[in-house]
């Protein structure tokens, strides 16, 4: 079972088991992962934003599977038989497209892996219909994949998240600037990463330290119209 978990945000990135709070919009992923020996067909398409985990769930399921690792901009050189002999994880699948010799080995890894009973997973940035591959053999492989997506954070795990980030950073916010961002920030980790390595960069050397003045020009700075809450 997994029970901690890091992201893979830009602040001392860790991918073991540490800090970690599953919420609504992580938990279906997470199962998955948990789940992996019971995937239908042996695999999964895993998808999310940037910054919402996806890497780091990928060494989870590597910890857990004893599974390689490969970027999918490296698999026209990679050695397919060889990678093929456990189980695998393709980051970043969306690459191969239009690149015929990435879609082949892609293609043959995909066979290879599952005719030899083992597991393969593979993420992505979005489904794999909106990936525009050529080769429709794979195309057709990567569509029948059941899909499960990391979603963009509740205010929860932003929370989490943006307080995890300061904490790194040997900062401690003033109790109001959590509440201010986590409702009008944009809602991704992307998002968290930059405005907490902003509001530090600007933090320095100012008496008052991080208050809210400090974050909500900083917020206006990288998020224009955010002044409104979220919904």
């Known amino acids: 079972m997994i029970r901690q978990l890091r992201f893979d945000l830009p602040v001392r990135p860790a991918l073991g088991r540490g800090d ?8 279906m992923a997470v199962a ?17 934003p940037r910054g919402a985990g996806k890497t780091h769930l990928a060494h989870v399921w590597r910890d857990l ?27 970043d699948a969306q ?34 219909q909106s990936w525009g591959l050529a080769l429709p053999d794979l195309a057709s492989r990567m569509s029948g994949t059941t899909l499960t997506a990391l979603l963009p954070p509740d205010d929860m795990l932003l929370t989490v998240v943006l307080a995890k980030l300061f904490a790194d950073r040997q900062i401690v916010p003033a109790p109001n600037v959590l ?16 405005l907490v390595e902003a509001i530090d960069d600007a933090a320095l050397g100012t008496p008052k330290g991080v208050n809210l003045p400090l974050a909500r020009r900083i917020l206006a700075e990288l998020a224009p119209g955010s002044d409104a809450p979220q919904d």
């Not at 970690?20 to 938990?27: D, G, H, R, S, W």
């Not at 998955?32 to 999310?48: E, F, Q, R, S, Y």
């Not at 599977?65 to 994880?89: E, K, M, T």
């Not at 509440?179 to 930059?194: K, N, T």
């Open 20 to 27: 970690f709070i599953v919420t609504e919009a992580n938990a």
């Open 179 to 194: 509440p201010y961002l986590v409702r009008r920030m944009p809602r991704s980790f992307d998002m968290a990463g930059q």
């Open 65 to 91: 599977s004893g599974a390689s690792l490969v970027a999918a901009r490296d698999l026209a050189q990679a050695d397919i038989p060889a990678l093929a002999s456990g189980h695998v994880c393709v980051e």
């Open 32 to 48: 998955m992962i948990d789940d992996w020996a019971h995937w239908p067909g042996g695999k999964l398409v895993l998808t999310g």
């Open 95 to 128: 690459q191969v497209a239009g690149e015929p010799e990435a879609e082949a080995a892609l293609f043959h890894l995909h066979n290879l892996v599952l005719s030899q009973g083992g597991a393969l997973l593979v993420t992505a940035d979005a489904p794999p």
